[in-house]
Every structure is written in structure tokens, then in C-alpha cells.
């Protein structure tokens, strides 16, 4: 028997890191197009997550429907507040040197931050109602999922989808990757290379908002909770290549699972009986890993496994 | 002697500066003499550590144009030095702030070896991550104190204390730390002169250029980021004795990192008086705002709504800083 539950705590683990690593690949899906398409780490990112919590959490709240209706209003929320805020701001950014657009993004992220302190308070907020919240079931070997998480897995997958196939199937996805490529050589070809950047940010901002109305559901929400994503995304960019949409979604799931190193930490102390392995809290340093595998990736191989730009 | 007689040497700034900078000189010398409020005071003292800080950052990121977004943790680890030390075997500041320098020396050399390999973004992020992870470490770590710090209590000793920088009146504290910023200043004018000085410059213009003329950039950079974190443990070790409670959230935070960055470039990156602008506007400015706004008013959060989009404006119309509007203006008068 103890084999069993040995084993669910190895597949539960798997699985929650598989489960939490889509919607994290769809967090860290907006930074890279941003990045891909012009060079420049979108600090206020994490920060574009908690507004496309806010706005779930709202809407569900005020309009009474269920949070995984209110999808399409966080994604026209975040659509919108990317193109404000490339032309509002980042378009000045632009001209500037780099450690102008790394300051000015982090004066984004802090007065997006404290904007909604200001507005919302800074209790912590949460679901209660709607279809899938508290509801889970057994998918066999004693695991059990939560309704809630498996249904944002696969709706971060079918967004995932769409925003490939943009980027890869419709002209203006190939006009996108040619503005990455070379932006004065997409500009002498005719491209709107300023409405390009413009619209890389509305997709970033609408994917990443999206992918908070969906961590709403299983996730409260306050109005610092954003570095906390931003620092994720960067480490999955990092590990996937900046300005690679597939090694986002590749490298979301890889640290989904470093998240969910405890499980298997706790996997590996009863399968070896090794008692000292007990004593390290594991889950305080939950995040550390991320943070520590963004570094060693960084350091050992910096283009990331699918990345092209140096 | 040759080093001190350069430090000494500012003649290669016009008059005028001189005399703003000896004038602004004398009266922080002068300031205590005047009647002042503690707020005033405790601005002070703020300004002079955050000028520090920002002197320290000027030498990697403003003359070798090296964005580093971690310089934190240095200040944690030169505080956490100096509070442990003192608490556990009563060790005086004056040895335990080397102590701390040679620490943060060490460590900045473990993680700046493979730090400098990347370049632009990619380093300013893997900065963020190592003070992230090493603040992560000292929430947990129960020997410092764990997520609660670390508490100096002044009563275990007789103020005013000058081995182990205890005082009850910030007088003392205003001088320690203007002496400081004094040989700061004095350093920071040699070292814009040294030879290293010059390799940062030519390494920040053209990298591969600096290279092609035998200079080591990986070992130049790596050597100047050693001297920066020397700068900021310093003024951390003071920090724990000036403030007697430390927690990591407050010593090691991003905010602090950024806000030391943010003040060297908004007085102007890879110049001297940079820094001392940028800090001299940015800190009475945020205690300022943060007394007003956001205790009076009862506001949570403007003051720093406010601060951010001093920051966006900064950055997005004047990104050379103060000192950039100043050399335009001056540039613009000769011709």
C-alpha cells in the first residue's frame, strides 16, 4: 500500500506541474512576442496579470457570471492596455538606451502596481462561486484534479494555439516575425513597422491577461502579486530562447515542474528513506528554483533551447 | 602619494562646479548647527547613504554602462555582517564593516564570473534573479534571523557608542556617514581617472574595440563590479547600525536595487556629481511624498503612483539625467 501512495505523490506532483506549467507558458507568451518583436523586457508584465485578475474577478463578480465567461473582456482589457501603453509610452522608451527602457518599464510596473492598491486595497481577493470552483475529480491511480485547474490548462492551450497560428499561418503574423527579424528591412518592405510594435504589445497584453482571468479561478489575487509572475515569465523566456513561441509553451511545462519540486522532493525522501532530506523546507524555497534555474540558464547556454536572437 | 594627489585634483571641472560643489560641501558640514527636525535629519542621512549607493552603482553601470539591477543584495549581506557580528560576539562596526566589504567581495566575484558572460537584458535579469534567490535564502535561514531579521538593541549599550556606531541623537550618524561621502567623492574622483576608469569607458562604447586594443574587458568588468559592492556593503554595515532592525524584505527587495539605479540615472550615469543629484532629488522627494500623501492624506500607494511616473517621464524624454540637460546647455553656450 505504501507503494501506492508513494506513486501518487509522484503523478499528482506531475501533473500539477503539467497543469500549472500550460497557464504559466501562457503568462510568459506575451513577454516573449514583446521581446521578440522589439528587443525590450516588459517589466510591468507580471502587473498586466494582476489588472487580467482584477478585471475576471470584477466582471464575474459584477455581472454575476461565471469566471470563464469573462475571458473575452480581460482579453479586449489587455489588448487595449498593451496599444495604450506602447503608444502612451513605450514608443518613447524606444529612442532612449537600454537602461532607460529597463527603468521606464519598471516605473510601468510600479505605477500599475500602486494604482491598484490605491483602487482595490490591498486585501487579498478570491473566487467563491461558478461552475468549476471546489469541484475535482479522480483521474485514476488515486490522483485527483482539480476541475478548475484542468480547464485553464486547456484553455491556455487552445489560447496557446490561436496565438501560434496567428504568428505563423496569417500575414500578419509573417509581417510580426519579419519586424522581429529586421525591422528596417521589414520597414523598407512596406511593413507598419509602429503598428506592428503596437499590435505585439496587444497581443502580449491580451494573452497575459487572459492567462490571469484564468489563475483567478485558482488563485487569489492582491495588487502585489505581479513580480512574482514577472520573475516566472522571464525564467520561462529565458529557458525557452526570448522571442521563441514554442519554447515558451515547451519551457512553461518545464517550470511548472520546478515549481512543484516539494511533491517531488517529498517523492524522492520516501523512496530512499533518507531522513536528512526531511529537515530542508522545501516549501519555502518554492520560487527560489525558478529563479535559480532562470540564472543557470542564463549563464550555460543564454539563447535558451529555441531561441535565435544573441 | 600619487593616488591621493589625484583624488585631490578637480581641475579638470569648470569653476563654476567647484563652487556649487565646495558651497553644497560646507553646508552639510554647516546643517547641524541650524535648527532641523528629526525628518529633516533622518532625510539627511538617507540622501548621503543613498548617495553612496549610487556612487557605488555609477562605477559599473554609469562609466561601464553595465545595467546591474541587484546591488541589494550587497546591501544585505554588509548589514547581515555587521548585525550578526555585533550581536552574537559584540564585534565593533569598524571591524565587522571590512568583514562584510570582504564578504560581499567574495560573493560578487563567485556570481560575477559567470554574470558578465551575458550582456544588456540578459545581465540586468540574471542580476535581479541572484539578489532574488539570495534574499529568498536569508528568509529562511534561521541564524540571521529568518523572515523576522534581526533586531540591535541599544540598550545593551552606552551611547554614544563610536566603536559600534550606537547613538541616540542622529548628529553622530549625519557625521559618520558624511565622512564617508566625503572619501566616497574623493574616490570616485580617482577612480574616473585610473586606468581602469578609462578601459570602463572605452568598454562601454565599443566593447569589441576595447577588446581589440588588449584590454581584458571580462576581468575589467568583473574587477569594477567588486569595487562597486565594496561601495554598498560599506553603507550597508552602516545601515544596520543606523536603522537597528533588519529584515530581508527591507534590505534586499528589487525596490531598493531599482532605486539605486534610478538615482544614478536621473542625475546622470558616468558622471561624478550624477549619483549625488539623482539622490539628492529622488530621496527628500519620496520621504517627502510618502510624510505628505501617503500618511496625512490618508492615500496608500500615491506617493509611489507619483514616484513611478516621475520615473516613466525620466526615462522616456530625458534619459541622460540631470547632468545630460546641464552638459546640453553648456555645450549649447559655446557654440
Not at chain 1, 260 to 271: Q, S, V
Not at chain 2, 213 to 218: K, P
Not at chain 2, 288 to 309: F, M, P, R, S, T
Request: glycine share 12%; proline share 3%.
Amino acid at each position: 500500500m505504501l507503494n501506492v501512495s508513494i506513486m501518487d505523490i509522484l503523478v499528482g506532483s506531475l501533473f500539477a506541474g503539467l497543469l500549472i506549467g500550460m497557464v504559466l507558458a501562457l503568462v510568459a507568451l506575451g513577454l516573449t512576442i514583446i521581446f521578440g518583436v522589439m528587443d525590450i523586457v516588459n517589466f510591468a508584465h507580471g502587473e498586466f496579470l494582476m489588472i487580467g485578475m482584477y478585471t475576471g474577478l470584477l466582471t464575474a463578480q459584477g455581472l454575476g457570471i461565471d469566471p470563464l465567461f469573462t475571458l473575452p473582456v480581460a482579453g479586449v482589457v489587455g489588448f487595449l492596455l498593451g496599444v495604450i501603453c506602447y503608444f502612451g509610452f513605450i514608443k518613447f522608451l524606444l529612442r532612449g538606451p537600454m537602461v532607460a527602457q529597463l527603468l521606464g518599464t519598471f516605473g510601468l510596473m510600479l505605477f500599475l502596481r500602486n494604482l491598484a492598491l490605491l483602487i482595490f486595497g490591498s486585501e487579498d481577493r478570491a473566487l467563491h462561486h461558478g461552475i468549476l470552483v471546489g469541484k475535482s475529480f479522480e483521474i485514476g491511480m488515486g490522483v485527483i484534479v482539480s476541475a478548475t485547474k484542468l480547464t485553464c490548462a486547456g484553455l491556455s492551450v487552445v489560447a496557446f494555439l490561436a496565438v501560434w497560428l496567428l504568428m505563423n499561418r496569417t500575414k500578419i503574423g509573417k509581417a510580426l516575425t519579419a519586424t522581429s527579424l529586421d525591422a528596417q528591412g521589414a520597414r523598407y518592405m512596406g511593413v507598419p513597422t509602429q503598428k506592428m510594435n503596437a499590435l505585439a504589445w496587444g497581443i502580449g497584453g491580451a494573452s497575459v491577461t487572459i492567462a490571469g482571468a484564468l489563475i483567478v479561478n485558482f488563485w487569489s489575487v492582491n495588487p502585489f502579486i505581479g513580480l512574482l509572475f514577472t520573475m516566472i515569465a522571464f525564467a520561462i523566456v529565458a529557458l525557452g530562447g526570448f522571442g521563441s513561441v514554442p519554447g515558451a509553451f515547451f519551457a512553461g511545462l518545464v517550470v511548472g515542474m520546478i515549481t512543484e519540486l516539494p511533491g517531488f522532493w517529498d517523492f524522492f525522501t520516501y523512496t530512499f528513506e533518507a531522513d536528512w532530506m526531511v529537515d530542508i523546507p522545501m516549501t519555502s524555497f518554492k520560487y527560489m528554483w525558478v529563479y535559480l534555474a532562470y540564472f543557470v540558464i542564463m549563464v550555460v547556454r543564454p539563447r535558451g533551447l529555441f531561441g535565435w536572437k544573441q | 602619494m600619487e593616488a591621493i594627489r589625484n583624488a585631490l585634483d578637480f581641475s579638470d571641472f569648470p569653476r563654476l562646479d567647484l563652487i556649487v560643489a565646495g558651497s553644497v560641501g560646507i553646508a552639510f558640514i554647516i546643517f547641524p548647527l541650524f535648527p532641523h527636525s528629526s525628518f529633516a535629519m533622518s532625510t539627511m542621512i538617507q540622501f548621503l547613504m543613498f548617495s553612496l549607493y549610487g556612487m557605488g552603482w555609477n562605477t559599473i553601470g554609469g562609466y561601464g554602462g553595465q545595467v546591474d539591477l541587484g546591488k541589494a543584495q550587497y546591501v544585505g549581506i554588509g548589514a547581515y555582517t555587521t548585525a550578526v557580528m555585533l550581536i552574537l560576539w559584540d564585534v565593533p562596526f569598524w571591524v565587522s564593516m571590512p568583514i562584510g566589504m570582504f564578504f560581499s567581495v567574495v560573493w560578487s566575484f563567485i556570481i560575477g564570473y559567470p554574470l558578465f558572460r551575458l550582456k544588456g537584458h540578459y545581465f540586468a535579469i540574471a542580476t535581479i534573479a541572484t539578489s532574488l534567490v539570495l534574499k529568498d535564502l536569508f528568509e529562511v535561514w534561521d541564524f540571521v534571523g529568518a523572515a523576522r531579521g534581526l533586531e540591535i538593541s541599544p540598550i545593551k549599550y552606552h551611547p554614544p557608542d563610536f566603536l559600534r556606531l550606537i547613538f541616540r541623537e542622529d548628529v553622530y550618524y549625519f557625521y559618520v556617514i558624511l565622512g564617508f561621502f566625503f572619501l566616497g567623492v574623493l574616490y570616485m574622483n580617482w577612480f574616473r581617472k585610473s586606468r581602469l576608469g578609462f578601459q570602463l569607458r572605452s568598454i562601454k562604447d565599443n566593447e569589441d574595440v576595447a577588446r581589440s586594443l588588449g584590454i581584458n574587458v571580462h576581468w575589467a568588468k568583473v574587477k569594477t563590479y567588486a569595487i562597486a559592492t565594496a561601495f554598498v556593503s560599506m553603507v550597508g554595515s552602516f545601515h544596520a547600525c543606523y536603522i537597528k532592525s533588519i529584515e530581508p524584505e527591507d534590505t534586499m527587495s528589487l525596490d531598493i536595487s531599482i532605486l539605486i539605479a534610478l538615482m544614478a540615472m536621473l542625475g546622470g550615469a558616468g558622471s561624478l556629481w550624477g549619483p549625488i543629484i539623482g539622490a539628492g532629488i529622488l530621496i527628500p522627494l519620496k520621504s517627502y511624498l510618502k510624510e505628505w500623501l501617503g500618511a496625512q492624506v490618508g492615500l496608500v500607494g500615491i506617493d509611489l503612483i507619483i514616484y513611478a511616473l516621475i520615473i516613466m517621464v525620466i526615462s522616456a524624454f530625458e534619459p541622460r539625467g540631470v547632468w545630460g540637460i546641464v552638459e546640453k546647455f553648456r555645450r549649447r553656450k559655446r557654440n
